[in-house]
């Protein structure tokens, strides 16, 4: 099993940053991906970003440019740094991991507010 914890969520302004980070615990030696999605009220949760064990990353098109996924410390925590955030990036925004045989584990989430 893998236990998440994030943090770093809140409240920004418009053109702000924020940057979140999702600890992992547990049989991490087994992740595959770890992820970033987020969920606006009334809204399917979608995926933000990714990356893969090997580094390969993926960018929703309404973030590309803006935010940057990356791993510290050998799949111990995902970050996601976000730059120039806008209102309508307001959402929950949830961690997650696929270990290798594609058991796919979620954290909590994280309000990110972004409002002037």
């Known amino acids: 099993q893998v236990q998440l914890v994030e943090s770093g969520g809140g409240l920004v302004q418009p053109g702000g940053s924020l940057r979140l980070s999702c600890a992992a615990s547990?049989?991490?030696?087994?992740?595959?991906?770890m992820a970033w999605y987020r969920q606006a009220p009334g809204k399917q949760r979608e995926l933000v970003a990714q990356i893969t064990s090997g580094g390969v990353t993926y960018y929703a098109d309404s973030v590309k440019g803006r935010f940057t996924i990356s791993i510290i410390n050998a799949k111990k925590t995902v970050n996601l740094q976000m730059n120039s955030l806008k209102p309508e990036d307001t959402a929950v925004y949830y961690c997650?991991?696929?270990?290798?045989?594609?058991?796919?584990?979620w954290g909590q989430g994280t309000q990110v507010t972004v409002s002037s």
């Open positions: 997650k991991v696929i270990l290798v045989r594609g058991v796919p584990y």
């Open positions: 547990g049989n991490i030696f087994d992740i595959n991906v």
